[in-house]
C-alpha cells in the first residue's frame, strides 16, 4: 500500500499538524526541529505515515484499541449507513444499534443485565464512580462513599478518574484530587512488599485490601476499582489465590466490584473479559478501546440488575433516578461499529488465535530473557504481554525510562511500533507493552520480537 496523500499535501499536513494541533502525550519543543508524525493509511496491522514509512503496529493504535486491525470496511459501511439513516438522538430515548450491542454485549458477560453508553474509557470509570456514590446516598444515608483504587492501577485522565489511579507521574500537578478515593497495595509478585508472605502471596495482596477497608470504616467504603490485569502500570496479573479472596472481603463488607476492563475488554486477553479468567462476578464492568476497534467512540458502564434496581422506587421519582448524561453516548456510530466488531471476532474465532498466538508470543518473549539478562521479568496473558528492564536481575534495579524510550525508538526506527510505561511512575517506567491487533500471525509476532532483540542489542551495546 502507499499513502494516498502526495508530496505536497504531505508537506502541507505535516505543518498544519505542528502549527494547530496540541497532540496527547506530547512534549511539543521537540517539533521545533522535527516533524510531528503524522498517520495517513493503515491496512491489518500495518500503517503508513504522511512520508511514506510503513510500519508494523504492534499497540493497537498506540494505546491498545484497534482489536480487529486496520481497514476493516464492513465496519465502515456499517457505521456510514447508519449514520445516513439515524446518526444522533439523546439516549434519553433508544435506538437501534444501542439496543441489539446492549442485547449481544450482555450475553457475553453472564451475571451482568444492563449498558449504559457513553464515549471514552475515562467517561465509563466517572459513571461508574456516580453510581457508587449516588447509591451511597440512597441506600447508605450519605455513607458508604468511599472508592479503593490499586496502586499502579490507572482509570482515566478526568481528575475524577485521577483521584482513582496509582500513577504518581500521571497525578502530578493536577491536584487537588477529589476526595474518598483510597489506595490499596499493588499485587505484582515481581515487585513483591518487603514485608509480604512470598509463599502465599496472592492472598497476601488481597487481604492488605481487607485491611484498608477495617482501617477506613467499613461503613464507609462502597466499592473497589481494579483492572483485571494492569496495563499501563507494567501489565500486572495478580498470583494465585488474589481473586476469590478479593470476592470474598466485598461480599463480606458489602462493597461493590468495579472491573475496569477499558484494555482487557472485547478479547484482548483470551477471554471476552480479562475478569473471566479468574471465576468472578464484577458488580459493575467498565469498557471502552476494544469495543469498537477505534472505528467509532463509544464506552459502555455494565452493571449487574441489582445495580441497576437501585435506582427504580417510587418514593422519590424527581431524584432517585441516576440522572446523569453523555451526549455523544447517543450517537448511534459506537453501536453500529460495536456489533460489526463482535462478529468479526466471532466469525473468524480471534479469541482462540489470541490464545494461540499468545501463547507464541510470551514463548519468545522468554526466549529473549534467556538472552538479555536486561529483561528481568516477563509477564501478560493472551496478546497482552510485557517485561520488566533492570539494571540487575539479582538487585531488580530497574534501568532508567531513557533506556526503555532507547529500545522503543530503535524499534520504530525499523519499522516496529511498540509500547512501553510512559511517565507513569517515579521509578518503574521500565516495561516494555506489546498489545498487537486479535488478527496477528506468527509470523508478524517473529517481525516484532526480532526487532525488539534488535533493539536491545544495540541499546544494551551503549549502556
Known amino acids: 500500500m502507499t499513502n494516498n496523500v502526495n508530496e505536497f499535501d504531505s508537506i502541507d499536513v505535516v505543518n498544519s499538524d505542528r502549527n494547530h494541533v496540541w497532540h496527547h502525550l506530547t512534549q511539543h519543543k521537540a517539533f521545533e526541529k522535527s516533524d510531528p508524525m503524522v498517520i495517513v493509511n493503515g491496512k491489518g496491522l500495518r500503517v503508513w505515515d504522511a512520508k511514506g514509512n510503513e510500519y508494523l503496529d504492534a499497540v493497537s493504535g498506540a494505546v491498545w484499541t484497534v482489536n480487529v486491525g486496520y481497514g476493516r470496511t464492513e465496519i465502515a459501511d456499517a457505521v456510514r449507513d447508519q449514520l445516513v439513516k439515524m446518526n444522533y438522538f439523546a439516549q434519553t430515548a433508544g435506538n437501534v444499534p444501542a439496543a441489539q450491542f446492549a442485547q449481544k454485549l450482555i450475553e457475553k458477560m453472564p451475571g451482568m443485565s444492563r449498558v449504559y453508553y457513553s464515549n471514552s474509557g475515562s467517561e465509563a ?40 489511579t496509582g500513577q504518581f507521574e500521571r497525578k502530578n500537578q493536577y491536584g487537588p484530587f477529589v476526595p474518598d478515593f483510597v489506595e490499596v497495595p499493588h499485587c505484582c509478585e515481581y515487585r513483591a512488599q518487603d514485608e509480604a508472605d512470598k509463599e502465599n502471596y496472592g492472598i497476601w495482596a488481597a487481604d492488605q485490601i481487607e485491611k484498608v477497608i477495617l ?10 476499582c481494579l483492572e483485571p490485569i494492569t496495563a499501563g502500570g507494567g501489565v500486572i496479573e495478580a498470583p494465585a489465590g488474589y481473586w476469590p479472596r478479593v470476592q470474598e472481603i466485598c461480599k463480606k463488607y458489602d462493597v461493590l466490584i468495579h472491573i475496569d476492563e477499558v484494555v482487557c475488554g472485547l478479547g484482548r486477553t483470551g477471554q471476552w473479559f480479562g475478569y473471566q479468567h479468574y471465576n468472578i462476578q464484577p458488580d459493575i464492568v467498565t469498557m471502552a478501546k476494544g469495543v469498537a476497534s477505534g472505528y467509532a467512540a463509544i464506552s459502555c458502564t455494565v452493571t449487574t440488575e441489582a445495580v441497576f434496581d437501585a435506582f427504580k422506587e417510587d418514593e422519590d421519582p424527581r431524584m432517585g ?19 460489526v466488531n463482535m462478529q468479526i471476532i466471532e466469525d473468524e474465532n480471534l479469541l482462540d488465535n489470541v490464545n494461540t498466538q499468545g501463547a507464541y508470543l510470551i514463548s519468545q518473549l522468554n526466549r529473549l530473557k534467556e538472552k538479555h539478562d536486561i529483561i528481568g521479568d516477563v509477564r501478560g496473558k493472551g496478546l497482552f504481554a510485557g517485561f520488566e528492564m533492570v539494571k540487575d536481575r539479582t538487585t ?64 544494551t551495546s551503549s549502556l
Not at 215 to 224: D, F, L, Y
Not at 325 to 331: L, P
Request: net charge neutral; hydrophobic share 40%; glycine share 10%.
Open 215 to 224: 482501617a477506613e470504616g467499613p461503613e464507609t467504603v462502597g466499592a473497589i
Open 125 to 164: 470509570n466517572e459513571k461508574a464512580f456516580k453510581i457508587v456514590r449516588q447509591i451511597a446516598h440512597k441506600k447508605y444515608g450519605g455513607k458508604k462513599t468511599k472508592i479503593l483504587y490499586r496502586d499502579r492501577d490507572y482509570h482515566g485522565t478526568t481528575i475524577g478518574t485521577l483521584s482513582a
Open 396 to 459: 531488580k534495579e530497574p534501568v532508567d525510562e531513557s533506556v526503555v524510550m532507547a529500545v522503543a525508538g530503535h524499534c520504530m526506527a525499523n519499522g516496529v511500533i511498540i509500547g512501553r510505561t510512559n511517565r507513569s511512575f517515579k521509578e518503574f517506567n521500565n516495561t516494555i507493552c506489546l498489545a498487537p491487533a486479535l488478527i496477528i500471525t506468527k509470523e508478524e509476532i517473529d517481525i516484532v520480537v526480532n526487532a525488539i532483540d534488535e533493539a536491545l542489542l544495540a541499546v
Open 321 to 339: 433516578y441516576f440522572r446523569d448524561i453523555s451526549t455523544f453516548g447517543g450517537c448511534t456510530a459506537g453501536p453500529a461499529a460495536a456489533l
